[in-house]
């Protein structure tokens, strides 16, 4: 198994959005890091204030990671309309070193970016009326960014340049190595991939 990182999710939960009202997300670009002490053994909670979207972000990570049917319905209410730039959700991951010894390690949080161990994002883009596209590869978020910051300013990368950026152009050049973009024909196919990351079983339990 592996430990999740990092949580990020962009253009996403329009609170009220109807067709042909400006779309206004309340989660534009944010990264929640999750790793705990030193990337393994510890939960990590999050505080999030009410109303603030914690059962829409929680139901959005679960339909990445199930691709269950009911969840489907209630994300898609909350994703970004066709003409605006892809929602994003996207789940990193730091598969444990096989020789890591937790009881030797200090007991100091770390930056996730070095957690030990190997990470990979799992991730999936969305515009709504469409159906959406889920991806993974080997490495962290900044390996292929969805938005960027400047000061006060967030840009979102627009959907064809994060898609080469992840999966490349034709020829394979410039994607992320070893990355998987909208090749799983199925739930269950999907299943088996996420089976590297998480115990299925116990997201069954929670969706």
């Known amino acids: ?89 996207r789940i990193e991951f730091a598969e444990r070193p096989v020789d890591d010894d937790m009881a030797q390690r200090d007991l100091i949080v770390i930056d996730q970016r070095d957690v030990p161990g190997t990470s990979y994002v799992v991730g999936m883009v969305w515009s709504r009326g469409k159906d959406p596209v889920f991806y993974r590869y080997q490495g962290v978020l900044e390996a292929a960014p969805c938005f960027k910051k400047d000061g006060a300013t967030l840009h979102l990368i627009d959907n064809e340049t994060f898609r080469v950026s992840v999966k490349g152009a034709p020829g394979g050049k410039n994607g992320v190595p070893g990355a998987k973009w909208d090749t799983w024909r199925s739930a269950k196919e999907w299943e088996q991939e996420i089976k590297f990351f998480c115990d299925t079983e116990v997201l069954k339990q929670n969706v």
């Open 1 to 89: 198994m592996a430990a999740i990182t990092r949580i990020e999710v962009a253009n996403f939960l329009g609170d009220g959005y109807e067709p042909g009202k400006q779309w206004v997300p309340l989660y534009r670009g944010e990264t929640l890091r999750l790793a705990g002490v030193n990337g393994f053994g510890s939960s990590t909670a999050i505080q999030i204030e009410n109303g603030g979207g914690k059962t829409s972000l929680t139901e959005a990570c679960l339909f990445l990671l199930t691709r269950n049917s009911r969840l489907k319905t209630k994300v898609m209410a909350r994703v970004a309309p066709a003409d605006n730039s892809w929602t994003h959700i």
